[in-house]
Nanobody, 123 residues
Framework: QVQLVESGGGLVQPGGSLRLSCTAS????????IAWFRQAPGKEREKISC????????YYADSVKGRFTISRDNAKNTMYLQMNSLKPEDTAVYYC????????????????WGKGTLVTVSS
């Protein structure tokens, strides 16, 4: 059974940093497409970062470019999202997702999803 478990969310002040983790079981991250999405209250879910299958280049949404960094540790079967210079508009539930290695440009549907972790940016 595949399971993705996010952690690291919480309350942070504007300008602060958080690192989200997503540990996978039942599926390997190696060569998989990995991505982070978020959904703010009243808004649609958006893709904010992704690394395409077979270690393609990372993609970042304009809203997070230069502030967020996606990475993975295959030995721990864990992916990360380092978030710096956080803004109130980054407040959302953050989801990790894994897709097939053929998802080179993160344009295809992701196969597996975590349940989400809440990030609140507020003073």
């Amino acid at each position: 059974q595949v399971q993705l478990v996010e952690s690291g969310g919480g309350l942070v002040q504007p300008g602060g940093s958080l690192r989200l983790s997503c540990t996978a079981s039942g599926v390997t991250l190696d060569e998989a497409a990995i991505a982070w999405f978020r959904q703010a209250p009243g808004k649609e879910r958006e893709k904010i970062s992704c690394i395409g299958g077979r270690y393609r280049s990372a993609y970042y949404a304009d809203s997070v470019k230069g502030r967020f960094t996606i990475s993975r540790d295959n030995a721990k079967n864990t992916m990360y999202l380092q978030m710096n210079s956080l803004k109130p508009e980054d407040t959302a539930v953050y989801y990790c997702a894994i897709g097939p290695s053929s998802n080179y440009y993160c344009t295809l549907a992701m196969n597996y999803w975590g349940k989400g972790t809440l990030v609140t940016v507020s003073s």
